[in-house]
């Protein structure tokens, strides 16, 4: 069982940055594949990051150049950095982890989830 724990969501204007946390459990940052995930009210949950065991790692074409994933494997957290951010970029953002097979961009074979964290981006 993978526990993850999200922050460091809140409120910026556009053009701000924010930098968002995911703490796990049983090493799940340095052995599995993890993603960082999105969902505005009314739409569908989305990829935005994805990263494997090895760090390889794929964007959405709508973050790229914007945001950053890094992950700090002994303390078991994973990052993901936001800057230059826009008013649709507003969700609540949850970390998952996938700990069997390669990354996927779907979300429905991840299994395990946080709780999310609220970004809203705002005049």
């Known amino acids: 069982q993978v526990q993850l724990v999200e922050s460091g969501g809140g409120s910026v204007q556009p053009g701000g940055s924010l930098k968002l946390s995911c703490a796990a459990s049983?090493?799940?940052?340095?052995?599995?594949?993890m993603a960082w995930f999105r969902q505005a009210p009314g739409k569908e949950r989305e990829v935005v990051v994805i990263?494997?065991?090895?760090?390889?790692?794929n964007y959405a074409d709508s973050v790229k150049g914007r945001f950053a994933i890094s992950k700090d494997n002994a303390k078991n957290i994973l990052y993901l950095q936001m800057n230059n951010m826009k008013p649709e970029y507003t969700a609540m953002y949850y970390c998952?982890?996938?700990?069997?097979?390669?990354?996927?961009?779907?979300?429905?074979?991840?299994?395990?989830w946080g709780q999310g964290t609220q970004v809203t981006v705002s005049s």
């Open positions: 990263t494997d065991r090895d760090g390889q790692t």
């Open positions: 998952a982890v996938r700990t069997i097979f390669m990354c996927s961009w779907s979300a429905d074979v991840y299994d395990y």
């Open positions: 049983e090493n799940a940052v340095s052995n599995y594949c």
